[in-house]
């Protein structure tokens, strides 16, 4: 377990280097989005996933052969890629068909019809199909876009409400700017490693957002006591750097307790081939990670350096 030395750490004294770090690395996320490109899942864009499964060894069935049948059938705009279940232990493959308002029975009994009859020995069966209408997934993601939206301002209000002596609304609003760093995290972890954007997103969004506001939270609590304890005996910038020392334990057992948890949970994911698990439980480890520094080095030193300004103006 983390234990704090006597020798206080100067949060606040080093708040530039962590303004100047966390803005480079939002140029970085920002620039990879441009670089790697933003993929979205059919959920969002609309399409259709067709799952197969065959028997045999992988790499029975001819991936790009089966990209050709499919494109006479569906037509151009899709993708093929290699499916194995650890847990049923069979393999097979997913058609990704982008940007359609869905695939007839017909349309896909035909395609079924042609895969067996190409691969007769593969034992080629459908197992499932999953259609989205475009204009369904769009109004699906701006919906997700505002429950964000909405909950960030629940929490400025709730911020507000809470720590008004200590001038709340300011106060949430730097922990929002805070939260929305964790965001971005999330977002470029998903760019960087190529995973679509999905509902998973919005799910790990919105553990992250609750996550870290708590961590928050603790610390404005503590200055709250604090102010109350010191008075006018201490600048504001000391009783914020004195309660951020103070719950530093706290905030580096509860991440690293998290983290762990969620590192067990990739690790089981990867053995079993879960991806579903492990595009959520990945992006949750990144975002646990920079909503403690963002809890810890961003919050309380964005609303002390606001304040300063504020006061000299």
Not at 185 to 214: E, H, R, W
């Amino acid at each position: 377990m983390f234990k704090m030395k006597h020798k206080e750490i100067g949060f606040v004294k080093n708040r530039k280097k962590f303004f100047i770090f966390s803005t480079v690395l939002m140029l970085a996320i920002i620039i990879s989005s441009f670089v790697f490109g933003v993929d979205l899942d059919i959920r969002f864009k609309g399409g259709t996933m067709v799952d197969y499964s065959y028997a045999g060894e992988q790499g029975a069935v001819d991936l790009e052969q089966v990209s050709e049948i499919a494109s006479d059938v569906l037509g151009s705009n899709l993708t093929v890629e290699e499916k194995f279940n650890k847990l049923t232990n069979q393999n097979g493959f997913e058609i990704t068909l982008v940007d359609n308002d869905g695939v007839s029975s017909e349309v896909q009994g035909d395609l079924t019809d042609k895969l067996q009859e190409i691969f007769a020995d593969q034992d080629i069966k459908q197992l499932s199909i999953t259609s989205v209408n475009p204009t369904m997934g769009k109004e699906f993601f701006i919906k997700c876009m505002v429950a964000v939206l909405f909950g960030s301002l629940l929490m400025i209000l709730y911020i507000g409400i809470r720590f008004r002596k200590i001038g709340g609304v300011s106060a949430g609003f730097m922990a929002v700017v805070a939260l929305l760093h964790d965001v971005m995290v999330v977002f470029g972890t998903f760019v960087v490693f190529k995973m679509p954007l999905d509902d998973s997103f919005i799910a790990v969004v919105l553990t992250i957002l609750g996550y870290s506001i708590n961590s928050t939270i603790v610390i404005y609590d503590r200055i709250r006591e604090n102010k109350r304890l010191y008075g006018s005996t201490k600048s504001l910038g000391e009783v914020v750097n004195i309660s951020v020392n103070q719950t530093l334990a706290r905030s580096v057992n509860t991440s690293v307790a998290t983290i762990l948890s969620m590192v067990v949970v990739c690790i089981v994911a990867l053995i079993f081939g879960v991806n579903s698990i492990l595009s959520f439980a990945f992006p949750i480890i990144m975002g646990l990670i920079s909503g403690a520094y963002s809890s810890v080095c961003l919050a309380s030193e964005l609303w002390v350096t606001w304040k300063e300004k504020r006061e000299k103006a």
